[in-house]
Structures are given as C-alpha cells and as structure tokens.
C-alpha cells in the first residue's frame, strides 16, 4: 500500500479498454500542474497504456498498486 | 390506472423505442392501460450519419431531417419541449418556460451526445466538425476553397459519436483529393489520443496499413490542449505541435447536464448495467444509446438494438412479468474507406469486430441503408 494523498480519483473498473486511459486524460486535462490523479482500472491493458501515456505526457507516474481485483495508477501532472 | 412511460430525446434510440412500444403495446395503449409520451426540443428527427457526406457536397443536411410526427405512431403523445429537471424520488420531469410537469411511471432517457468545443481553447475559432449540420456546411465551404496544404483531423477525446467516422472522413478525403488531382500538394494528418489509431485494437490494426499505404500521416498519443487560430497550430497534452492550414476535429463530446444532476452518473452519461440498460442510481430509469454509459461505442446501430430491449423490459414490466431481455453488445458499423468502397463490423461484449475486406459492393450497402434507415426510425427494419 502506498501513503500517496491523491487529489482526485477516477474509478474506471468495468470500463473496456481504451475507456481508463481516456477517463485518466480527461482528469489530467482539467487537473492542475503537480496534481496527483488516482486511476482505479481492472483492465490489464492499462498497465502498459498509462507508463506509456505518463512516459509521452511528461507526467509522472508515482506508484502502481496491485489490489485484489484491480490496480491503483497514481498519476502525478507535470 | 394509466401507466405512463415517457422517452426523452427524439434520435435513433428514443424514436424507435417509441415505434417499437407503439407497436408491442398496442392493446394496452387503445384501452388506455398505458401511455407513450415521447419528448423532443426539436420537432425534426435529426439522422446524423449523413453529416459525414455534406463536406464533399454528395448529401445535404436536410436529406437527415424528418419531422417526428412523420415517424412516430400516433398513438405515442410527442411532447415538443425542453426538461428542465429530472426528479428520480417523485418520478417527476419538469420542463423549460411555463409547460406543466409530469409524472412518469417508467422514465427513459435518450438525450444522446452534444459538442462541447469550448472545453479547448481556441477550438471554436479554429476548427471545423462534420458533427452538427452547421459544422458540416461550414466545412464543405472550406474543402471546396482548399487545394494546398496541411489538412489535420484530430480526435479530441473520447467517448463520440460514430468511432469510424474521423477514419472515414481521412479516407474519404484521401480518395477525393486524388479524384480531383489535388492529393499531391495536400498533406492529411490524423491524431488520435491514445496509442493507435482507433479506440478498438482491432479496428486500429486494420486501419493503419491503410493510411500508410494511402500515404496519411499518423500522430498518436495526441491530446489537443489549444488551438491556435492566429498562428494555425494545434498543441497536444503531450507537446507536439502541429501546423495546419484546414482543422477538422471531432470536438470533445458530453451528454446533458440534468444526467449529473439528477445523480445518475458523470459528465452527463448515466451509469446502467451493461445488459439490462438499467439506472444504477434509481428505480424505473432507463438510458439507452449515447446516454446509457455502457463501453459500447455511441452509434446508431447501438441505439437501435437497445431500443429493442428496452421496449421488450418495459412490456414485461407493465404486463407484471419479469423482465428478460438484456443486451449483449451488438454494435454494427459501415466504415467507408474512400468515395467507393467500404468495409463492415460486426461485434459484441464478448467476439471482437473483424473489418471486411473493403468492396464497393459493402459502399453501396451502407448508403442503400442510410436510405432505408427512415424505416428503422419507424421501427420496421
């Protein structure tokens, strides 16, 4: 477990790809710079779709959480 | 007791939900067991795909339009007005100006998708769409007059409406340059804001040997942050910047305000079981098409299935039986891949789409049932 504070969530379990990344964009979009967004998604496809984004965004992705039936992708905006 | 089931919106969902009720209810509705009021703020059914056509000046707007009263039974009540407010506990709707509210025993909301262009600066200036009739005209002035330069089409955000068709307006622009002579002094560029060039892997898959052989530029990972119309570039989330000289985006899409409001989901789409098109957030709500927040993309053909199901629940229901029929994902599409040819999906929750081969045979196809598409509204096809 981490002790990150996020500012906002965004709970996208059940959503098919490309549905979390998309959800996790339109938060960062309208976060302010060195906000910390949590991304809850159970879709495997985002453990290699929001590094990527993170990585070609220049956001910085803080943890990834493994949890019983889904993952928790703290995000921060650059 | 009249049971009173009331549709908002008047698209494709609404308008063949209110058929399909008309039709399957057609014993309590002449004994007056129940009644259909279905609620507009437009007297016109709007049928969008057309748009698509307008800038290459092969359609024009009002070859989408018909009057709702045209193609509705009479036995559905078509209330043209605007809700105000949707009250889940009372099961009440109100209505804009001096309209006397009503009470609704089953309530279905089908509002659909509206553009919100101004969540990007610069946008509304900058950039043209063939997602509103307006836009659609606006935009075939321009390709008319355009015969050099960078023609960008960007995807901004998701989910929209008809996920082919930013792949098929690049398509079709493509072959239509060519016709005309004038491919060689335009560059296309298509963005998109994830990774590949479609939100479904397979359709991306498909899609990008095809721009590559026609020779479009793909930018991935684009996510429009502004635009600029002095300069004429558009700038990602993720740093790139682009030079244009024509823009053409799909414009960020939201669903209506009242949905949030009311607490029945996010950003105007109502949060329902994938199968049975239910609210989560309240009793005897339904939301189909655009509005339901299924994962499905926002298509007609979605809209027209769930219509099905909805009208085969609400009968159930009001017979006092249960209520069986579910949704399982259905979602059928036409892609155009230029001015004369066309591939085909076909998919559902569980079997991924396989584009077909593109033919002019499946071209064809898909403008014959944009003709025939008049007997779906009515709830015959």
């Known amino acids: ?78 | 007791m009249t049971e009173h089931v009331v549709i908002v919106g008047g698209g494709t969902g609404g308008t063949v939900l209110a058929n399909d009720l008309a039709d399957r209810l057609e014993p309590e509705l002449d004994a007056g067991d129940v009644r259909v009021t279905l609620v507009n703020d437009d007297p016109d059914h709007v049928y969008k795909p057309v748009w698509l056509y307008v800038p290459f000046g092969q359609r024009e707007p009002d070859d989408g339009r018909r009057a709702l009263d045209e193609l509705v039974d009479d036995a559905v009540d078509i209330r043209i007005d605007r809700v105000s407010d949707i009250d889940t506990e009372s099961q009440r709707l109100r209505f804009d100006g001096d309209g006397p509210s009503t009470e609704y025993d089953h309530l279905v909301l089908a509002t659909g998708s509206t553009l919100e262009p101004d969540r990007i600066p610069g946008l509304t200036e900058g950039g043209h769409n063939y997602y509103s009739e307006s836009g659609a005209t606006d935009l075939r002035d321009e390709l008319l007059a355009f015969t050099e330069g960078e023609l960008v089409l960007s995807v901004i955000g998701t989910p929209h409406m008809c996920p082919a068709a930013p792949l098929e307006f690049v398509f079709m622009a493509d072959d239509w340059l060519r016709e005309r002579g004038l491919r060689e002094d335009v560059d296309i560029t298509y963005t998109y804001p994830i990774q590949r060039v479609h939100g479904n892997p397979h359709i991306a898959e498909w899609a990008r040997p095809i721009m590559e052989e026609r020779d479009i530029q793909v930018e991935t990972f684009f996510n429009a942050e502004s635009v600029d119309p002095e300069a004429e570039t558009v700038t990602s989330m993720e740093g790139t910047e682009l030079d244009y000289d024509l823009l053409v985006t799909i414009p960020p899409h939201g669903g209506i305000d009242l949905i949030e409001e009311a607490g029945l989901g996010d950003d105007g789409w109502v949060d329902v079981d994938k199968h049975t098109l239910e609210a989560e957030a309240a009793e005897n709500v339904y939301a189909l098409g655009d509005t339901a927040d299924t994962g499905v993309p926002n298509a007609g053909s979605v809209a027209h299935y769930q219509a099905g199901v909805v009208g085969q629940r609400l009968a159930s229901e009001l017979r006092g039986r249960p209520a069986t029929a579910t949704y399982d994902g259905k979602t059928l599409c036409f892609i155009e891949t230029g001015m004369d040819a066309a591939s085909f999906v076909e998919f559902d929750y569980e079997n991924p789409p396989s584009p077909a081969p593109p033919s002019e045979k499946l071209h064809w196809s898909k403008l014959a049932y944009n003709e025939s598409y008049w007997l779906t509204a009515r709830g015959l096809l």
């Open chain 1, 1 to 78: 477990m981490t002790d990150i504070e996020p500012d906002d969530t965004v709970d996208a379990r059940g959503a098919a790809c490309p549905g979390p990344l998309m959800d996790l964009i339109g938060k960062i979009r309208s976060a302010e710079s060195g906000d910390v967004i949590r991304l809850l998604s159970d879709n495997d496809q985002s453990l290699t779709d929001v590094p990527e984004w993170a990585e070609e965004a220049g956001n910085e992705l803080l943890a990834v959480e493994e949890r019983d039936d889904h993952n928790a992708f703290y995000v921060e905006k650059a």
